[in-house]
């Protein structure tokens, strides 16, 4: 009897150690196609790029994205205020419920500060949303004359 009861009691606690923990929930209504970065030097920032679709009935909002290759990975959206570029430090970005936003050269992009990767390895990136929800996406990293 003593036995049994162990065996159900660590079958209840690995059972419930392989559900998410709140806050780090993946967020099935969002997907990731088409990413990639851009590394030119290390003492350079790369850029990340890719097309997020929500498929869920409200919209998802970005909030945050990390990954080991970067010191830090930012928010950013370029675009041409009057013949001025301009880059800017984006705190959200809304994905559209049943839409989609594309970050591309020129426009919303993934701003990584002291890059550690190479050209050809995989970067690994994790998305985090308004709503405690993460998305991991894995990024194939390019150079400047290799780009997709």
């Known amino acids: 009897m003593i036995v049994r009861h162990k065996v159900l009691t660590l079958s209840v606690v690995g059972a419930l150690a392989m559900l998410p923990l709140p806050g780090q929930a993946a967020n099935p209504a969002v997907t990731v196609t088409k990413p990639w970065m851009r590394y030119l030097l290390p003492s350079l920032p790369a850029a990340g790029y890719m097309t997020l679709h929500n498929s869920g009935n409200a919209d998802a909002v970005l909030t945050a994205a990390v990954s080991p290759g970067c010191g830090m990975l930012m928010l950013h959206k370029s675009q041409d205020d009057s013949g001025m570029a301009m880059m800017m430090d984006m705190q959200t970005i809304s994905i559209p419920a049943k839409g989609s936003i594309t970050f591309a050269p020129g426009g919303y992009h993934l ?38």
Do not use: H, N, R, W
Request: charged share 10%; aromatic share 6%; hydrophobic share 40%.
């Open 111 to 148: 701003m990584c500060m002291q890059p550690k990767m190479k050209i050809g390895e995989a970067l690994p990136v994790t998305l985090t949303f308004q709503d405690g929800s993460t998305l991991a996406a894995t990024l194939p990293v390019y150079g400047a004359q290799t780009a997709p």
